[in-house]
């Protein structure tokens, strides 16, 4: 047991330990600066209140971003997973978007509505929603059919049926699109800021990129993968776990 | 009064149910009887409502509650919310004289799984009987139960039964259950299944 919990920490320190030898042995810092190198860095940016600032912008598009995908992608898989022949007309449409590269769909966006919050937006969306409507159409297809003939004897409303049968079931589908959809949605949120926003971690890799600052680069990634931990750590696994409640009794 | 007047109902080209018409008044308690595949719970689902690709017609009240075979529960509610999300307009407390009734108030707030499969099914016969039903529909309620579990279930019905006094309409392969439950007995034969002697056909609906 404790074997298991200290084989990640010792996992991560061996990596630590790597970038340290490499960073040795490159022996310049404006290429790999040791991991120590970033911490004056970071304060300063913490300090002067860019960090927060940039953090708290890409923080909100994400939000966004996640909700407006995991709304329509679950409406859309619903509907989809229980009727085969809106499915066939929607299925198509799927594949295309689902292979649809990102940066086509960001440029296109930026393009078609202008370099604005919405284009942002409406981008990132665009990319999770058909990952979204695929996961949850598997789970809606898997919904007990002998609940809904129970639900619809009993006259359930439209709400209890959704709240109390359909999505519970639903429900380790729709983390795992949850828990799949934060990961990519951050990392493309980056993308759409560095092609054509002007705040955000994206836009201050943009910049530090300019100006060859490794260092800042890797305060900005750093610290956005720190946040996006503790969500997963704070929000993402405690709801999941609170869901699954009934399974473990 | 629920009234039942099926044509025909086929699975694509294959004809399962020819014509079944019967009706049952409020208070009577009737069983279909026949084997297994003869089309009982197709029939009970044309009844039910929950299929509506057949030809004929069924006139049914709103109020209506099921049994199923297998308990049919929401495994991520607790055991009172079974019963109170089914039935929104009854009050906490009713639900648990419900619950007390068929003999598991104790465990009002534990998840379905954490209990029996025999204290299932009294949940699921709470279920049923809380929201007062004109109409009960029980789809061989009592199978795959030990014998005894089963007597004791059977007996808890009928008090139910009496105590509510729903039209019900249960299905069943076993004829000793059938007697004891219900007040007439209809049998389903054929293929397609139509019910026997063929009552119909002299003109009068059983």
């Known amino acids: 047991m404790t074997e298991n919990r200290l084989v990640p920490a010792f996992s991560l320190i061996a990596l630590l ?37 940039h953090l708290f912008q890409t ?42 590269p990102a940066l086509v769909l960001i440029v ?5 509505i202008g370099l604005n919050e919405t284009a942002a937006i409406a981008a990132v969306t665009l990319n999770k929603i058909p990952n979204v409507t695929t996961v949850i159409r598997e789970g809606a297809r898997a919904t007990s059919r002998d609940l809904d003939a129970m639900a619809q004897v009993y006259r359930m409303s439209r709400w209890t049926k959704l709240r109390h049968v359909t ?10 699109a949850a828990r799949n959809g934060v990961a990519v949605i951050w990392k493309i949120v980056l993308v759409v800021e560095f092609l ?54 | 009064m629920i009234s039942v007047d099926i044509q025909q109902k086929s699975y694509g080209d294959t004809p399962i149910l020819g ?68 039935h929104p307009d009854l009050s906490e407390n009713a639900a648990m004289r419900m619950l007390k009734k068929v003999g598991i108030a104790d465990k009002a707030h534990l998840f379905p799984g954490q209990t029996s499969l025999g204290q299932q099914r009294r949940l699921a016969l709470a279920r049923a009987f809380a929201g007062q039903p004109d109409f009960l529909i029980m789809d061989e309620p009592f199978v795959s139960l030990d014998p005894e579990t089963a007597d004791t279930m059977l007996g808890l019905t009928e008090t139910l039964i009496a105590e509510t006094g729903p039209a019900v309409l249960f299905v069943t392969h076993a004829r000793e ?23 119909v056909e002299t003109g009068e609906i059983p």
């Open chain 2, 177 to 199: 259950e059938a007697t004891r439950l219900a007040d007439r007995i209809l049998e389903l034969r054929g293929q397609p299944a139509v019910l026997a002697p063929h009552l």
């Open chain 1, 108 to 112: 296109l966006c930026y393009l078609w």
């Open chain 2, 19 to 86: 014509r079944v018409a019967f009706q049952i008044p409020k208070g009577e308690t009737v069983a279909i009887l026949g084997p297994s595949g003869v089309g009982k719970s197709t029939l009970l689902r044309i009844v039910a409502g929950i299929d509506p690709d057949y030809q004929g017609t069924v006139a049914r009240p709103d109020k209506m509650a099921i049994v199923f075979q297998e308990p049919t529960l929401l495994p991520w509610r607790t055991v009172l919310q079974n019963v109170t999300l089914v």
């Open chain 1, 167 to 176: 999505l519970p079931q639903m429900a380790p589908f729709i983390a795992g």
């Open chain 1, 17 to 53: 330990g790597l970038w340290i030898v490499a960073a040795a042995i490159s022996g310049d810092p404006t290429v790999l600066p040791q991991p120590w190198a970033l911490i004056d860095p970071f304060l300063q940016e913490v300090a002067s209140g860019e960090l927060p600032y």
């Open chain 1, 59 to 100: 923080l909100i598009r994400v939000l966004w971003a996640f909700a407006l995908a995991m709304g329509v992608g679950i409406a859309l898989g619903l509907i989809m997973g229980r009727s085969e022949r809106i499915n066939r007309w929607l299925d198509p449409w799927l594949v295309v978007f689902l292979n649809l």
């Open chain 1, 196 to 249: 054509g926003r002007s705040s955000g971690v994206g836009f201050q890799i943009h910049l530090y990129f300019q100006l060859f600052d490794v260092a800042m680069v890797l305060v900005y990634a750093f610290s956005f993968i720190f946040v996006m931990l503790a969500v997963e750590w704070l929000l993402l696994q405690p709801w999941e776990r609170r869901v699954r409640r009934w399974r473990a009794a």
